[in-house]
Nanobody, 122 residues
Framework: QVQLVESGGGLVQAGGSLRLSCAAS????????MGWYRQAPGKQRELVAS???????NYADSVKGRFTISRDNAKNAVYLQMNSLKPEDTAVYYC????????????????WGKGTLVTVSS
């Protein structure tokens, strides 16, 4: 059973920094793209940043220049360094990954973590 477990959320003042981590475990053969999404109260879930297995990255315009996504393939982990945080970054942040598993056959499946809350105070 694949699990994605996020950590690193919390309360921070505007202008501060946080680093989110997400570790995948459980019957994993390989991982394709990994990413971070967020959902603010009353809003739809949106992509924050993604990173392919080869390292190419993609960012939402709202976080470009402030957030950095990275991954450690040996640890099946993805990270999100968030700097210059703004109150509008307040949301539950979810880890996402496309994973090939021992029991999943030839196709990758989409997995989600349970989320970690980031609150930025003004």
């Amino acid at each position: 059973q694949v699990q994605l477990v996020e950590s690193g959320g919390g309360l921070v003042q505007a202008g501060g920094s946080l680093r989110l981590s997400c570790a995948a475990s459980g019957g994993i053969i390989s991982i394709g793209a990994m990413g971070w999404y967020r959902q603010a109260p009353g809003k739809q879930r949106e992509l924050v940043a993604s990173i392919r297995s080869g390292g190419s990255t993609n960012y939402a315009d709202s976080v470009k220049g402030r957030f950095t996504i990275s991954r450690d393939n040996a640890k099946n982990a993805v990270y999100l360094q968030m700097n210059s945080l703004k109150p509008e970054d307040t949301a539950v942040y979810y880890c996402n990954a496309d994973i090939w598993t021992v029991v999943g056959g030839p196709y990758a499946m989409d997995y989600w973590g349970k989320g970690t809350l980031v609150t930025v105070s003004s």
